[in-house]
Every structure is written in C-alpha cells, then in structure tokens.
C-alpha cells in the first residue's frame, strides 16, 4: 500500500509538471527557427526538456500505481 501512494504522488508531481509546461506553451505561443505549433512554444519557452522530464515521470507513476494495484500477494 505505501507503493501504491508513493505512485500516487510521483504522478501527480508529474501530472502537475506537465500541465504546467503544457499550458504556459499554449498561453505564450512563440515560433523557433521556423517550427511553430506546440513543439515551437516550448523550444521558444526553453520548457522542451521539462516536459519530456515530466511526461516520464508521469508514466513511471502510473506504472508504479498498476504494478502495486495488480501485484498478487
């Protein structure tokens, strides 16, 4: 059980990384040598790397919370 909260947790931090990165890219959009869209708001914002970090670390805490919520005792 304390696993399955500790899952939890690394998702939401990641879920709220995300979000963050996510949606400060869309309010602020910007061009990058020529790439625009979402991909060009977030090299414009330098938030490229904090995404993928975040986006990782949110399916390492899903993963975590399936594992834990599955797992045969």
Known sequence: MK???YGV???F???LF???SFFYAVMNPGTYNN???LYGSLLYSGL???FI???IVLIIGIIICGVEAY???
């Open 48 to 50: 490229t790397v904090p």
């Open 18 to 20: 995300f979000a963050f």
């Open 71 to 73: 797992r045969k005792k």
């Open 13 to 15: 931090i990641g879920l």
């Open 53 to 55: 970090i975040s986006f």
């Open 9 to 11: 947790m690394i998702t």
């Open 3 to 5: 696993k399955f909260i």
């Open 35 to 37: 790439i625009s869209g």
